[in-house]
């Protein structure tokens, strides 16, 4: 379902970054407007509030997060991109993990991360201000969610980052210290916690407020951030609520994950909304601004013969596939499987070619069960990971016309458990499948999340939590000379941004992350 995303979000958003900026002291001021908006005179309503937590999620759908960046970075970095024509500085120093601390498109996530958890701040600490009203605990509910999910990301992929949680206006001393990654991990269970006990469950809500944080969505989050942190046995607890709450269930068509006609599914448990809708194609917060994803554009010659465009050849068929499923159908031309073109999210505005209004879901509940897998595997209850595998691959077969759990096919990503380890040949990265003891089944999570999840931005940071990807991650030169660039010690977090070091009072080069 096409709905409006969360009404009047461009609307505020002008309105709310001058919050931030226009509370401060106003004795520097000869004169006050009387019809300037400030904190103190915005947040009266329960409108008023609805409409600054529209605005925190609007972040999700900036350039350098899921509109563009989030997936064409962090997927070009992983080992599903094959080789990639490079076509700008910033983009290709990601690829070719030349990035630094003054260069790197990482850069620009680490500032919208932020611009989000400002925002979410601004929401947290004017709403707990404001007179009762029915809505409040919901909209301080998705606040703490989102503000837990940027943090999140920022610990997962740069570790120990500065904790802000006040508002910052222009009499603000910017000297905000970094924190460890223990503690950023700590505020995000705190925001995921707080979340999951106001949220409403994701069948309470309907209409235009489909997409909205959930507390089911607040529990599977806070289980991933257990997983990445490697407490297994609260991930194990966190994911049990997600599969028990009865609210999600696999979707029938695997491809229905990846249209506008089935978006926010039974599958979903959070997406990032887009619409096509405003005329300014690159714009973010301007009113006029096109809430769509580019992935029309950026990996398509869309007006021309159809083929890729940025990514010169993005097949990874082989053994991981070795024949034509939903999965391979759906990730690949969309067709048939046959073209080495990526088509997960990729349909075409009828008014603007360069456009795709489908939304990205950031979590499926492929994922959670994948995740719960993992979690339950490494806490040694590996037969209650086998059954959870299961259940994603099941989806596939019943696709495919696979009723019975015992019917052999030659199609690799449509095979049980039991008949990837008895696969016989199938050897070399990524599938180690070696049998059903612990190791074994780790091996087998593995390969089920390389292709169930391929080129929705998992994979990369999946790499890199195992300790897979200084292996995996292959880059060619212009000779075909073939490396691997990651560098164990230094990539397995992003640079701090030299801006930040040099602006933030806090900060010092000694707080840069090792090896830049």
């Known amino acids: 379902m096409k709905k409006r995303k969360f009404n009047k979000i461009s609307i505020v958003l002008a309105l709310l970054i001058l919050l931030g900026i226009s509370s401060c002291d106003k004795d520097f001021l000869e004169k006050v407007n009387p019809n300037q908006i400030t904190t103190e005179t915005f947040y009266q309503t329960e409108e008023d509030a609805i409409l600054a937590v529209n605005s925190v999620y609007a972040v999700l759908q900036h350039q350098d997060l899921f509109k563009e960046a989030y997936w064409f970075i962090l997927d070009g970095m992983d080992d599903h991109r094959g080789w990639i024509s490079l076509e700008d500085a910033i983009n290709d120093v990601m690829y070719q993990f030349t990035f630094t601390p003054q260069l790197a498109r990482s850069n620009t996530m680490w500032n919208a991360l932020y611009r989000g958890i400002f925002r979410a701040n601004l929401v947290i600490n004017n709403v707990n201000e404001m007179e009762d009203f029915d809505l409040k605990q919901r909209v301080l509910g998705e606040a703490h969610f989102l503000r837990g999910w940027y943090y999140n990301e920022l610990a997962n992929m740069w570790g120990g980052v500065p904790i802000i949680l006040e508002e910052i206006n222009v009499s603000t001393e910017y000297n905000f210290p970094k924190a460890t990654r223990e503690a950023v991990y700590a505020q995000v269970e705190a925001d995921f916690e707080f979340a999951e006990d106001n949220l409403p469950l994701k069948s309470e809500y309907s209409g235009d407020d489909s997409g909205r944080a959930t ?302």
């Open 215 to 516: 507390s089911g969505a607040a529990s599977a989050y806070l289980g991933k951030s257990y997983l990445f942190q490697e407490r297994w046995a609260e991930a194990v607890t966190q994911f049990e609520k997600v599969v028990n709450s009865g609210q999600y269930e696999l979707t029938a068509n695997y491809a229905d994950n990846f249209s506008a006609a089935t978006e926010n599914n039974s599958e979903s448990v959070f997406e990032i909304q887009f619409s096509g809708d405003g005329s300014s194609l690159w714009s973010d917060d301007g009113t006029e601004s096109a809430e769509h994803n580019f992935r029309a554009v950026r990996y398509f010659n869309w007006w021309q013969t159809g083929g890729m465009l940025n990514w010169l050849r993005n097949e990874y068929y082989g053994y991981p596939w070795a024949g034509f499923g939903p999965r391979r159908i759906a990730t690949f031309d969309g067709n048939d499987g046959t073209e080495a073109r990526i088509t997960k999210y990729v349909e075409f505005n009828t008014n603007n070619p360069q456009k795709s209004d489908v939304n990205l879901t950031d979590m499926r509940y492929a994922d959670v069960l994948l995740m719960y897998a993992e979690a339950l595997n490494e806490n040694e209850q590996t037969a209650e990971a086998i059954v959870e595998i299961d259940k994603v691959i099941d989806r596939v077969r019943q696709e495919a016309g696979l009723a019975n759990p015992w019917d052999w096919t030659g199609i690799v990503e449509l095979q049980t458990v039991e008949q990837l380890i008895d696969g016989g040949e199938l050897t070399g990265w990524p599938l180690f499948l070696t049998g059903t003891d612990k190791d074994g089944i780790r091996n087998v999570i593995k390969h089920q999340r390389s292709i169930e999840l391929m080129h929705e931005w998992k994979r990369y940071r999946d790499l890199v939590r195992w300790g897979d990807a200084a292996d995996a991650i292959v880059i060619e030169d212009d000779n075909g000379n073939e490396t691997n660039p990651f560098v164990t010690g230094k990539h397995e977090l992003f640079p701090i941004p030299q801006a930040e070091i040099d602006g933030n009072a806090g900060l010092t080069n000694a707080d840069q992350n090792p090896g830049y």
